[in-house]
Nanobody, 115 residues
């Protein structure tokens, strides 16, 4: 059974930092590309960052320079380090693992940034 479990969300003041984790099980983690998405109330889910199985990364323009995605294949975990958080970063954050013809989603973790 495939599971992606996010953790690390919470309430933080503007300018603060959080690190999200997504632990995967039931997949060969090292061959999967991993990504973080977020969905704010009333808005569509959007891609925040992704990291390939080779370690290449991409970021949404809105988070470049503030967020860093990384992965630890030995721990089957992908991380999202979020610095200089803004109220507009408030959303439910989801991780996604994807490979050829398959994709798996976690249940999400809430991040709330107060002004």
């Amino acid at each position: 059974q495939v599971q992606l479990v996010e953790s690390g969300g919470g309430l933080v003041q503007s300018g603060g930092s959080l690190r999200l984790s997504c632990a995967a099980s039931g997949i060969i983690f090292s061959i999967f590309h991993m990504s973080w998405y977020r969905q704010a109330p009333g808005k569509q889910r959007e891609l925040v960052a992704r990291i390939t199985n080779g370690g290449s990364t991409n970021y949404a323009d809105s988070v470049k320079g503030r967020f860093t995605i990384s992965r630890d294949n030995a721990k089957n975990t992908v991380y999202l380090q979020m610095n200089s958080l803004k109220p507009e970063d408030t959303a439910v954050y989801y991780c996604k693992g994807y490979g050829p013809a398959v994709e798996y989603w976690g249940q999400g973790t809430q991040v709330t940034v107060s002004s």
